[in-house]
Structures are given as C-alpha cells and as structure tokens.
C-alpha cells in the first residue's frame, strides 16, 4: 500500500511563548511548535490514564483554532507555494482582538471559544476558507462518507461538496478544543474544574489573533506540527 501524502491545515495558534500557548499544549499532553510530547497537565480529579485517552484528539492536531481545516494538496500544489500564500494573505489582512476567552461545552467535547461573538474574526475565517481553496484536493469518496456520518444540515453537505468541510461561513465557530467526547454525567464538573485552572493561569485577558499558523501531519499515525506561521497586520 503507498503512503498517503501529508495534510495540511491553517489554524489560529498562540505563539509559543505565551501562557496560553503553554496551557492548551500541557492540557493536551503535546507541543505543536516542536512537535515534542509533554508531561500531561492533569485536572484534579482525573486518572493520568483516563485524561490522556480524553485528550488523544486534540493531541493528534495540535493545540489550536481551525480557520481552514486540514486536506490534502491539489495536484500542483506544493508546500512552498502554500507558505508563500500563508505571507502573502498575512500582509492583507488584519489581526483581530478578542475581549478574552471562555471554556465552553460544544457538544460532547470542551473548548475555549470568545467570551462574545466577533463578525470580524467571522469574516477573517470565511476569506482563510476561500482563498486557500485552490490548494486543497477534492475530497475523495471515503472522506466525504467521514464527513456525512455527522448530522449535517443541507446547507453543510452543500458546503461539504465544495469545500471539503461542513463548519464555514455561517457555520464557523471559532474554538480552542482541549478536549474529546466526555461523558455527559462528567461533563459540566470538568468544565468548571478547567476554568479553575485556566484562571490560576493567569488567562483571564483579551486575546489577539494576531497571525495564521500552517499545520503539517506527515501520515496519518503521526500528529500534525507547526512548518509556518506568518503574523497578521
């Protein structure tokens, strides 16, 4: 069986020195930006064990926000030309300020979402979408059956069909995700226990989105990293 080619995906990710870099990273257990595993930052109350297979997900892409989701290259498409158009998007568009961030049930997961609803930080994730299309590889059969196990309304199968992902434009929802599936009898008491920690963390302030960040994944068994980044204006 051939080797399936790398995916790619660009993300909002804090720089790596900033505290809230270091909170998503240990909470998941990895680090985007070297590609390192770390030393999991446990809640209180959770089995070492337990959290790490609760945060398997999130580990495997990286602590992030996704603005184009992850997809294989088109035929003549390279990595280059994408950094290149990662620089080249940066320098039109501007950075977005975020009064801060709160953790959030969404479903059956955990994430750091905005603290209000932002159009602009809406609009700057709808031109992400559509500019870095012409990159992306149609989906093939198998991906788009993935997609559609999910219950979808029309409108996102639509935007399935032409643009390999349900959650865009009206349906974006810009998150951090710190967790997979909990159990919903677990789920509010981890939620609360993890705002704990991310005040002690000193969290509690604005956030600029202030760059896009392209993500790699070489194969499917290994977890994507940081190759690029480019800040906003």
Same mark, same amino acid.
């Given at each position: ?36 595993? %770390?030393?999991?930052? @446990?809640?209180?109350?959770? *089995?070492?064990? $337990?959290?790490?297979?609760?945060? +398997? #997900?999130?580990? &495997? ?62 609009? %700057?994730?709808?031109? @992400?979408?559509?500019?870095? *299309?012409?990159? $992306?590889?149609?989906?093939?059969? +198998? #991906?788009?059956? &993935? ?71 070489? *194969? ?7 190759? +690029? ?5």
């Amino acid at each position: 069986m051939s080797q399936l080619p790398a995916r790619y995906a660009i993300y909002y990710a804090p720089v790596s020195e900033s505290p809230l870099w270091a909170f998503g990273s240990a909470l998941i257990g990895y680090d985007a930006a070297t590609g390192k595993k %770390l030393q999991p930052l @446990v809640p209180q109350g959770q *089995d070492p064990d $337990r959290w790490m297979a609760l945060t +398997a #997900e999130p580990r &495997r892409y990286g602590f992030h926000a996704t603005l184009k989701a992850p997809f294989y290259l088109s035929r003549d498409a390279t990595e280059a030309g994408l950094v290149e158009a990662l620089k080249d998007f940066a320098t039109g568009h501007q950075g977005v300020s975020l009064d801060g961030l709160k953790i959030r049930c969404i479903g059956s997961f955990i994430a750091m979402t905005p603290s209000q609803d932002s159009p602009e930080l809406n609009g %700057l994730a709808a031109n @992400v979408v559509r500019h870095f *299309d012409r990159f $992306r590889a149609p989906l093939s059969e +198998a #991906e788009r059956e &993935r997609r559609l196990k999910s219950p979808l309304t029309e409108r996102q199968i639509a935007q399935v069909d032409e643009w390999g992902y349900p959650y865009v434009f009206e349906d974006f929802r810009f998150h951090m995700t710190l967790t997979g599936p909990v159990h919903n009898d677990d789920r509010s008491a981890l939620r609360d226990t993890l705002r704990q920690m991310a005040g002690s963390a000193g969290l509690a302030h604005p956030v600029s989105i202030d760059r896009i960040v392209l993500f790699k994944q070489d *194969d499917p068994k290994t977890n994507f990293k940081i190759v +690029a980044d480019a800040p906003l204006v």
